[in-house]
């Protein structure tokens, strides 16, 4: 077997335990003569998996029964539409921090539903960042405000939620459990789940119950999440394959320990980080106190060298290290499941690159 080193933003590297777990039980899940794409939805084997799923996130988000744990299709992207639709009525204001690709996008589409106010904008700003808190604006009265708690393309972070009088909505896509945080600040939490939880193919939304009650009746079933909390989202057919490899990556986050694996993910970043810093050649291209723990983001002199470095990387066994096409630049995507070692050979591989090009 020859793995490589995945810095890929997304559909992002998996736990090599989980990939052979889903291997043996592929065929023949657990004795039942099928695999478990080939169940039903509503049958006993399938249902404790969805089952478990729901209750391994309950737990590590430490959320209550306030919450409703929801399993969507459209990934975070049908979230975008979805949040408006559903809570920003007619004469309502909802808060959005801009300060990136996904908050723009999230943006975008809420304006299409209603009035949405900018609590701050630093999208175009360079180095990128999060907006300090003293210069976020609410409005009284929101009836929600949207946060980006990393920015996936830029590579910059809230490191605390912010207070922003209203119920915060947050898109955890990119760094949803990589870190201790108070989940519960949040009225609504949601993360396409293919960075930070399995694969693609499902949404997972966190909701306050009694937030969701005031959604919009009017809308079609689907686009209601009552509906889908009604149903345990089995409204319609969930995707079942992609449900149940998260289910196993949530046991394999608790089984490594959230405290062990937040302590890992901080140590991951901050030996590129130092490497970085360490250096004239490298830069980072995050302000300092904004800098994800997920996505390490960085330049070379020139985009000669970087198409070089990437394609030596590539070659040394590290793949999709270049940054999104709208930035260029070099993106280390190390989320969860992302390995030590790989962080380390990256290490390595960055003096090496700088002794032969610097
Ligand atoms: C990847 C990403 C999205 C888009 O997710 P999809 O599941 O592809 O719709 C949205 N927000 C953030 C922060 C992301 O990283």
Not at 152 to 162: C, D, N, Y
Not at 251 to 279: C, H, M, T
Not at 335 to 346: C, E, I, K, R, S
């Amino acid at each position: 077997m020859a793995r490589v080193y995945n810095f890929g933003a997304g559909p992002a590297t998996l736990p090599v335990d989980v990939l052979q777990e889903a291997q043996a039980d592929l065929v023949d899940y657990k004795g039942s003569g099928m695999s478990i794409m080939e169940m039903s939805h509503r049958g006993k084997e399938y249902d404790a998996v969805h089952n478990e799923a729901v209750a391994n996130i309950k737990e590590l988000l430490g959320l209550n029964d306030d919450y409703a744990v929801l399993f969507l299709q459209g990934g975070a992207s049908l979230q975008f539409a979805m949040l408006p639709m559903n809570f920003l009525g007619e004469g309502q204001t909802a808060d959005y921090v801009n300060a990136g690709s996904w908050g723009a996008a999230a943006v975008k589409q809420a304006r299409l539903i209603g009035n949405v106010s900018i609590a701050a904008d630093c999208q175009k700003d360079i180095p990128t960042r999060m907006p300090e808190l003293s210069e976020m604006k609410w409005t009284p009265g929101a009836v929600y405000s949207h946060i980006t708690t990393n920015e996936t393309i830029s590579g910059a972070q809230f490191k605390a939620l912010p207070e922003t009088g209203s119920p915060l909505i947050a898109d955890m896509s990119s760094d949803i459990l990589s870190r201790p945080l108070d989940y519960s600040r949040c009225t609504v939490i949601y993360a396409g789940a293919q960075k930070n939880l399995g694969p693609s193919g499902v949404a997972l939304v966190a909701i306050r119950k009694d937030f969701a009650e005031k959604g919009n009746i009017s809308l079609p079933a689907m686009l209601r999440y009552q509906t889908h909390i009604e149903n345990n989202s089995l409204y319609n057919t969930p995707p079942c394959f992609s449900i149940y490899m998260l289910c196993l990556t949530t046991r394999w986050l608790k089984k490594v320990g959230p405290e062990n694996l937040f302590k890992q993910n901080r140590d991951k970043a901050q030996l590129i980080y130092d490497a970085i810093d360490a250096s004239g050649f490298y830069r980072g291209t995050a302000k300092k106190e904004y800098r994800s723990d997920m996505n390490v983001t960085f330049r070379l002199p020139t985009e000669e060298l970087e198409t070089l470095f990437i394609k030596q990387a590539s070659e040394a066994g590290m793949k999709q290290l270049k940054g999104h096409r709208s930035v260029g630049g070099i993106r280390a995507s190390i989320y969860n499941a992302f390995p030590v070692d790989g962080v380390q050979a990256l290490v390595a591989f960055m003096k090496d690159f700088e002794a032969r090009n610097g």
